[in-house]
C-alpha cells in the first residue's frame, strides 16, 4: 500500500507539473478544454500580447487604440477552406474578443487569392445522409452571425460555396476589386448548407440568387456592390485596411448603442414590417437609460465631440 501511494503521489505531481507547462504556453485569455462530452468550462490564463497564430487563422488586434480584433484565415495552401478546425477556432477566437471590453469591432479576413474557397470537401465527400442529419452538420456555424459586436468581412480573391456565406454571416462586407463571389454547391450536386439560399437572396433579391444558385454563376467585386452584396469596393491592397479603419469608426462610439442599432436591423431580416418597427421603438427606448444618450445629445446641443463611457 505505501509503495502504491507513493506511485500515486508521484504520478499526481507529474500531471501537474505537465498541466502547469501547457497552461504557461497557452497564448489565449480564454481557452477551452475538451473532454469527452464535449466543451468544458473557459480556462483563463494570462496574455500579454494579442497577436498570436492558431493552427488555421492568425489572431491580432488592430487600430490605434487596440480597439479592433482581427482575425485572418491562413490555410493558404487549400485556399482558405472551411474545416472543422478552422470554424472552432473562428470560434474561439470570437469568444475571447466578445468578453473583452475593449474590442469594439472585428474584423475577418482571409488570403490575397482567396477569402475562402468554400467548405472543406475532403471533410464532406464521406459523410452520410444519417452522419449529417444526426450531427445537425453546420449547425455551430451560427456563432458568427450570433456574435454581438460588429464584424466586418475584408474579401479579396473568392468568396465561394461556404465562404460566400461566411462573409454573408458578417455584418459588412467591404471587397477587393478582384473579389468573387459565389454558391457553386449546384455543380457539386448539393446546395448551400450554412445560410446560402436565405441571406443571399435577403442581400440581392430573388433572381439574382436563384440564378447563382441553380448554375453556380459568380459575381465580381463591382457586380456585388452594384447588387446589393458589398458594401464599398477598394483596391486589393487596401481593403483590409479600410476595414480596419470602418471597424476604428464604430469602435469611436457607445458600444452600448452600436450592439442595439445592430441588433434593430437585423430584426428587420426576420420580423413582419410592423413587428420590426415594435421592435426599433423599444430598443430606442432602452437608449434613454444609458448614460451615453445623455452625453450625446448634450454634445450636440454644446456643439462639442462626445466622450462616450460605454454606459
Not at 487596401?238 to 458600444?255: M, P
Request: net charge positive; charged share 25%; aromatic share 6%.
Amino acid at each position: 500500500m505505501a509503495a502504491l501511494s507513493s506511485v500515486l503521489a508521484a504520478t499526481t505531481a507529474a500531471v501537474r507539473r505537465t498541466c502547469v507547462v501547457r497552461l504557461t504556453l497557452l497564448p489565449l485569455t480564454a481557452t477551452r478544454c475538451m473532454s469527452s462530452s464535449g466543451w468544458m468550462d473557459d480556462i483563463h490564463v494570462n496574455r500579454n500580447d494579442l497577436k498570436f497564430k492558431r493552427e488555421y487563422i492568425i489572431v491580432e488586434t488592430k487600430g490605434e487604440k487596440s480597439n479592433v480584433g482581427f482575425i485572418a484565415l491562413n490555410r493558404p495552401k487549400a485556399l482558405n477552406a472551411l474545416c472543422d478546425g478552422l470554424m472552432k477556432e473562428i470560434g474561439s477566437a470570437l469568444v475571447d474578443f466578445e468578453k473583452d471590453p475593449k474590442i469594439a469591432a472585428v474584423v475577418l479576413t482571409g488570403g490575397e487569392k482567396a477569402f475562402a474557397a468554400g467548405a472543406d470537401i475532403k471533410e464532406m465527400e464521406s459523410l452520410t445522409f444519417q452522419d449529417v442529419c444526426t450531427s445537425n452538420f453546420l449547425h455551430g456555424w451560427t456563432f458568427v452571425s450570433d456574435f454581438r459586436k460588429p464584424i466586418i468581412a475584408a474579401v479579396n480573391g473568392f468568396a465561394l460555396g461556404g465562404g460566400c456565406e461566411l462573409a454573408m454571416m458578417c455584418d459588412i462586407i467591404y471587397a477587393g476589386d478582384k473579389a468573387q463571389f459565389g454558391q457553386p454547391e449546384i455543380l457539386l450536386g448539393t446546395i448551400p448548407g450554412a445560410g446560402g439560399t436565405q441571406r443571399l437572396t435577403r442581400a440581392v433579391g430573388k433572381s439574382k440568387a436563384m440564378e447563382m444558385v441553380l448554375t453556380g454563376n459568380r459575381l465580381s467585386a463591382q457586380e456585388a456592390q452594384i447588387a446589393g452584396l458589398v458594401s464599398k469596393v477598394f483596391p486589393a491592397d487596401k481593403v483590409v485596411e479600410e476595414a480596419i479603419k470602418l471597424a476604428e469608426k464604430i469602435g469611436s462610439l457607445s458600444k452600448i448603442t452600436v450592439q442595439l442599432a445592430k441588433k434593430a436591423v437585423n430584426a428587420s431580416l426576420e420580423l413582419s414590417l410592423a413587428e420590426g418597427i415594435k421592435t426599433e421603438r423599444i430598443l430606442f427606448h432602452q437608449t434613454f437609460a444609458t448614460e451615453d444618450r445623455k452625453e450625446g445629445m448634450a454634445a450636440f446641443v454644446e456643439k462639442r465631440a462626445p466622450n462616450f463611457k460605454d454606459k
